[in-house]
């Protein structure tokens, strides 16, 4: 499919970063034209709960705009917020690959979303008859499963502040502005992200706070870029990377 009729097709794209047309251009690249056909467009508020897990996993979604999260409650009813997707990635479509009827994970929107979606049946049409598509799922499906074993292993290895050491470093990566991370929320938010209990992220943020490592205005936590390298070599010391 042209890059024009992409476009045309879902005008809405027009309004998104560079970075993530080039990654709907790429997914789309080869998608017949009834596939635009078959999409829905919704907008999601942030904190709601659009896939639970065990549900039947019959809808495929596209992130447009927007970041989510997979959530897992298997652990005495407690939520680990374990990958973020801010990405172009088909989710529901692991499901499809591996053969499997219901969904593996909870998903909740982190900020207010655009999603597109798409019955499983249609995604099933579109991946059989195009094979560069597939190729590309199974592409992007073991990018996640490399990327969440990876986290797992340093979360398991890693203990209090290194943990949130590790976060901080993360999601400055994903979604600083202009150089600057504003993370909002309470401790709790913190303690369900990396498994670690709300005193340990009060002795983290302190620790931090008295190094220069972080800021901490109100309920706000900033960390510019000199605090970032200060968490970041912090991070590959405890992991033993360049």
């Known amino acids: 499919m042209k890059h024009s009729v992409l476009y045309e097709e879902l005008p809405f794209l027009k309004d998104v ?17 009834w596939l635009m056909d078959a999409f829905q467009a919704e907008e999601l508020k942030k904190g709601t709960v659009f896939v639970r897990e065990g549900e039947p996993a019959d ?3 596209f992130v447009v705009e927007g970041t989510v999260e997979a959530i897992d409650y298997r652990i005495d009813g407690i939520s680990y917020d374990y990958m973020k997707f801010d990405k172009v990635y088909a989710l529901g479509g692991m499901e499809f690959m591996m053969d499997i009827n219901s969904y593996m994970t909870t998903l909740r929107a982190v900020t207010d979303c655009r999603v597109l979606k798409i019955s499983r049946t249609k995604f099933e049409k579109w991946m059989y008859a195009d094979i560069r598509a597939m190729k590309l799922e199974a592409k992007r499906m073991g990018e996640y499963l490399l990327e969440g074993g990876r986290n797992s292993r340093l979360f398991l290895f890693m203990q209090g502040s290194d943990r949130l050491a ?3 470093t993360e999601r400055y990566e994903r979604c600083n502005e202009n150089g600057i991370l504003e993370l909002k929320g309470n401790r709790q938010n913190l303690a369900d992200e990396t498994g670690l209990c709300v005193k340990s992220i009060s ?3 302190k620790k931090f706070v008295e190094k220069g490592m972080i800021t901490k205005t ?15 070599r912090m991070v590959l010391e405890k992991t033993g990377g360049d």
């Open 17 to 33: 970063d560079r970075e993530r047309q080039e990654q709907f251009e790429e997914h789309f690249k080869s998608a017949p034209l």
């Open 59 to 61: 809808t495929v979604f």
């Open 166 to 168: 590790l976060l901080f």
């Open 203 to 205: 002795r983290g943020i």
């Open 218 to 232: 109100g309920n706000r936590i900033l960390i510019d870029r000199e605090q970032y390298e200060e968490l970041k």
